[in-house]
């Protein structure tokens, strides 16, 4: 059975730091490429971070300079830390493994 378990998110103030966790089963975990999307009321959701298999990463424009991907395979975790939030980088962070499985996410909040 797969399960993709976030945690990790809370309030901040702005330019203060987070990271994201997500710990996978169920799959070969080590073989899918990883991605972190964020999804902000009213807004659709959006990727903010991946990392591939041989990991390389990539990262959407907002988060280039703030946010680093990183990702263990021995713990089946992949991690986003999260440097310099802004109160635009509200969001529920949900995690994805390739095509095909979600995790339910983890808020973070910045905001004084």
């Known amino acids: 059975q797969v399960q993709i378990v976030e945690s990790g998110g809370g309030l901040v103030q702005p330019g203060g730091s987070l990271r994201a966790s997500c710990v996978a089963s169920g799959f070969a975990f080590k073989d899918y490429f990883m991605q972190w999307y964020r999804q902000a009321p009213g807004k659709e959701r959006e990727l903010v971070a991946g990392i591939s298999a041989g990991g390389s990463t990539y990262y959407a424009d907002s988060a280039k300079g703030r946010f680093t991907i990183s990702r263990d395979n021995a713990k089946n975790a992949v991690y986003l830390q999260m440097n310099g939030l802004k109160p635009e980088d509200t969001a529920v962070y949900s995690c994805?493994?390739?095509?095909?499985?979600w995790g339910q996410g983890t808020q973070v909040t910045a905001s004084s």
């Open positions: 994805r493994a390739g095509f095909r499985y």
